[in-house]
């Protein structure tokens, strides 16, 4: 129990932390950054009052000529009431709307690419590790050159050759624009249809951390004492790769995995930005271009929470899993 206790207070400091330095960098930047807001909004075509002002100073924590710890108090009050701000370069929409509105689509873009890279590495991996020095650490070499090749040139390959040469997905965009979004096939094949090609470069990107990984843990696991007893015992080859050298091997990808789709929520900025992919990560990279100190904030905000999350899961799941853990702690 007191293992548990400890690692939810770790977090917990963790998570105010975060809040703080999510509240501080917006004040260590250049300029104020409430009349950098204004500027935007009356380039928008807004106008601009006294109230106007004090508005937006609020939605940043309070004014900046309020003492700082009193900015600080108004900024976590507005966090508990889940009002995190109005969106400048989405204006008037509240950042909670534009994240909520981003959010699904990279969670499932990026989700079911992690996903399906992690399951894919992870399997080849064990294969590859089970017999090393065979035809199939050929694997190898090849996966780790696609993860060398920069993210943003495998996009704009992967565009030219299955989109503008043979015509087989759409370039850009996340669903046909005539289309109403709703929970009908035609949009789903069609978001489908557009999420294909930035799937794959995420996946061929990110599947030999997952391979090299897993076979190097592969082929350090087999010389370990239970294995060589298993081999003693006449298991057979597959029952030993399944239920013996895999199950140990994989813990450490179990983990990654985890701590992998906490970032999930921080999108692939790169590569929606290549595809035009309507996610959080081209809105993080607008509100950055556009000094969008709300927006920025509010998604700074739900990446910490994820990767958080993720943590603490994987680190609660050891406990539970491996007692040497909690007696290490």
């Known amino acids: ?24 960098i917006p004040r260590m930047l250049p300029g104020n950054p409430v009349d950098i807001l204004l500027a935007k909004l009356q380039q ?39 009002d995190l701000g109005v969106s400048v370069s989405y204006y008037p929409t509240k950042v909670s709307d534009v994240i909520l509105t981003s959010l699904p689509w ?30 199939l650490d050929t694997l190898v070499p090849s996966t780790t050159l696609l993860a060398a090749v920069p993210y943003f040139w495998l ?27 709703g929970w ?30 897993m076979r190097n843990m592969m082929v350090s696991t087999l010389s370990e004492d239970y294995i060589l007893t298993a081999e ?24 990654g995995f985890a701590i992998s789709l906490g970032f999930v929520v921080s999108g692939s900025v790169i590569t929606e930005q290549v595809f035009s992919y309507p996610g959080i990560g081209g809105r993080l990279l607008g509100a950055v271009t556009n000094n969008d100190y709300a927006l920025m904030q509010g998604v700074f905000l739900f990446i910490t929470l994820a990767v958080l999350g993720a943590n603490l899961v994987v680190d609660l799941l050891y406990g539970l899993i491996d007692p040497r ?5």
């Open 1 to 24: 129990m007191n293992y548990f206790v400890r690692k939810l207070s770790f977090y917990a400091v963790a998570l105010w932390a975060a809040l703080t330095l999510n509240f501080a």
């Open 44 to 82: 928008r075509g807004g106008t601009v009052t006294p109230e106007t002002r004090e508005a937006y100073a609020l939605l940043l924590g309070g004014d900046s000529s309020d003492p700082l710890w009193v900015q600080y108090w108004d900024y976590l009050k507005n966090l508990a009431r889940g």
């Open 106 to 135: 990279t969670v499932v873009l990026v989700g079911i690419a992690t996903i399906i890279a992690a399951v894919l590495g992870v399997a080849l991996g064990a294969f590859v590790g089970w017999k090393p020095g065979t035809w």
């Open 155 to 181: 996009a704009l390959i992967l565009t030219y050759l299955l989109a503008r040469v043979l015509g087989w997905f759409p370039m850009q965009g996340g669903y046909d624009v005539v289309l109403t979004p």
């Open 184 to 213: 009908n096939w035609e949009f789903i094949s069609s978001a489908i249809t557009y999420g294909f090609l930035p799937a794959l470069t995420i996946v061929l990107a990110s599947i030999a951390g997952w391979l090299l990984g």
């Open 232 to 255: 003693a015992k006449g298991l057979t080859p597959m029952k030993i790769l399944r239920s013996y050298a895999s199950r140990n091997a994989v813990l450490p990808s179990v983990a």
């Open 325 to 329: 853990t909690r007696a290490r702690s």
